[in-house]
């Protein structure tokens, strides 16, 4: 038998929260490298101002959007991922 650790349902608002975003409107989500040099995930907003957050962590949340049923920001998300890991190699 083995045991599972049961996950807390989570909806699409507790996702962001959890990951310091706001449930806010995105109008871009795209690599950026900051002033250290590393490329990290941007979140900006129609009203705001822009977050960023690490590559490991945008990668595991966009794996969650995707259990959330969130395909279209995950997909957004993942390709940001990809774009900058890419770009970190160059």
Do not use: C
């Amino acid at each position: 038998m083995t045991s599972e650790v049961a996950r807390p349902v989570m909806n699409l608002s507790a996702l962001l929260f959890q990951n310091g975003l706001p449930d806010l409107p995105q109008a871009l989500v795209e690599p950026h490298r900051n002033r250290a040099g590393v490329w990290r995930i941007k979140f900006s907003y129609e009203a705001g101002e822009p977050l960023s957050m690490d590559v490991a962590q945008a990668s595991t949340m966009a794996a969650l959007l995707r259990e959330l049923g969130e395909i279209e920001m995950a997909d957004e998300v993942a390709s940001a991922v990809t774009s900058a890991k890419r770009y970190a190699t160059m």
